[in-house]
């Protein structure tokens, strides 16, 4: 699980990842399924013009969990593209483990492995940000091609999308694309910037932040390091909301009661 301690995060794997640089392939949605069907209905709302806070809200009807699963797979698909732009770079090579992160934080990466049919080992490793980054990148991929964790059948993914496990699950990838974010405006920005591609990014990063906003997907603690960047983009979440600024930018009880955070309750376990 992710743990803080003296600003260091702690993430887990049980698969054997390397830190060496990956290409990660888009995940596509089945056609017939429930995420197929709600990815359809994000890009329609984007594609007719709509806004992306239009794009984030939950259409009527719908299962909010489903719609979560949709878009963790969507910003997997934009960040994993994103990190193909930097990850030929041979400057990522000069990052030492503890480098490249937000100021302040440092994230770690913990593997479990199996040593015996009845004993495993668990490890935790100082990465530098780019590893921390692949290493994130494969796991999270690892997880939505598990299809007894996010299923490409219709029935299986009614009995899924429901359980909690489903929910914690979610919450995990989001704080760990998050993180991703962090690390590329925090180290890569000027590399996008010099590629004309820093529009993209910001585009990419104000539509994940809106959804988190909407479904209350990000802690506060894994927000903080990143304050400069998420408040900014929170605000302007609030006035489109019609509830104001949010006070700094982080007070989110100000929502109205009809908010669609409000008609997710499992969405709520995912942050704990």
Same mark, same amino acid.
């Given at each position: 699980? *992710?743990? $803080?301690?003296?600003?260091?995060?702690?993430?887990?794997?049980? $698969?054997? &990842?390397?830190?060496?640089?990956?290409?990660?392939?888009?995940?596509?949605?089945?056609?017939? @399924?429930?995420?197929?069907? *709600?990815?359809?209905?994000?890009?329609?709302?984007?594609?007719?013009?709509?806004?992306?806070h239009q794009a984030v809200a939950l259409?009527?009807?719908?299962? #909010?969990?489903?719609?979560?699963?949709?878009?963790?797979?969507?910003?997997? &698909?934009?960040?994993?593209?994103?990190?193909?732009?930097?990850?030929?770079?041979?400057?990522?090579?000069?990052?030492?483990?503890?480098?490249?992160?937000?100021?302040?934080?440092?994230?770690?990466?913990?593997?479990?492995?199996? @040593?015996?049919?009845?004993?495993?080992? #668990?490890?935790? +490793?100082?990465?530098?940000?780019?590893?921390?980054?692949?290493?994130?990148?494969?796991?999270? $991929?690892?997880?939505?091609?598990?299809?007894?964790?996010?299923?490409?059948?219709?029935?299986?993914?009614?009995?899924?999308?429901?359980?909690?496990?489903?929910?914690?699950? #979610?919450?995990?990838?989001?704080?760990?694309?998050?993180?991703?974010?962090?690390? *590329?405006?925090?180290?890569?920005?000027?590399?996008?910037?010099? *590629?004309?591609?820093?529009?993209?990014?910001?585009? #990419?990063?104000?539509?994940?932040?809106?959804?988190?906003?909407?479904?209350?997907?990000?802690?506060?603690?894994?927000?903080?390091?990143?304050? +400069?960047?998420?408040?900014?983009?929170?605000?302007?979440?609030?006035?489109?909301?019609?509830?104001?600024?949010?006070?700094?930018?982080?007070? @989110?009880?100000?929502?109205?009661?009809?908010?669609?955070? $409000?008609?997710?309750? @499992?969405?709520?376990?995912?942050?704990?």
């Amino acid at each position: 699980m *992710l743990e $803080s301690q003296h600003h260091h995060y702690q993430s887990s794997s049980n $698969s054997n &990842n390397n830190s060496s640089t990956a290409l990660f392939q888009p995940l596509h949605h089945r056609s017939g @399924t429930m995420r197929d069907r *709600l990815h359809s209905l994000t890009k329609s709302t984007l594609g007719a013009g709509g806004s992306i806070h239009q794009a984030v809200a939950l259409p009527k009807g719908e299962s #909010c969990a489903g719609w979560v699963a949709a878009h963790t797979v969507d910003f997997f &698909n934009d960040l994993s593209l994103i990190w193909q732009v930097v990850a030929s770079d041979p400057y990522l090579s000069s990052f030492k483990p503890g480098e490249g992160y937000p100021s302040g934080v440092e994230y770690r990466w913990s593997s479990t492995t199996t @040593t015996s049919a009845t004993t495993t080992a #668990c490890t935790t +490793i100082r990465v530098s940000a780019p590893q921390y980054v692949n290493l994130v990148l494969q796991w999270i $991929s690892d997880q939505l091609n598990d299809r007894t964790l996010f299923p490409d059948d219709a029935h299986d993914e009614q009995v899924v999308y429901a359980t909690p496990a489903f929910a914690a699950l #979610c919450g995990q990838i989001f704080r760990r694309l998050f993180r991703v974010y962090g690390i *590329l405006y925090t180290s890569f920005f000027g590399t996008m910037d010099a *590629l004309d591609m820093a529009p993209h990014l910001n585009t #990419c990063f104000k539509h994940f932040m809106y959804f988190c906003v909407e479904f209350g997907l990000l802690p506060e603690r894994e927000v903080e390091p990143l304050a +400069i960047l998420v408040q900014p983009v929170r605000k302007q979440y609030y006035a489109l909301a019609g509830i104001g600024n949010g006070g700094n930018g982080y007070n @989110t009880s100000k929502r109205s009661n009809n908010s669609t955070r $409000s008609r997710c309750p @499992t969405t709520q376990q995912s942050v704990r």
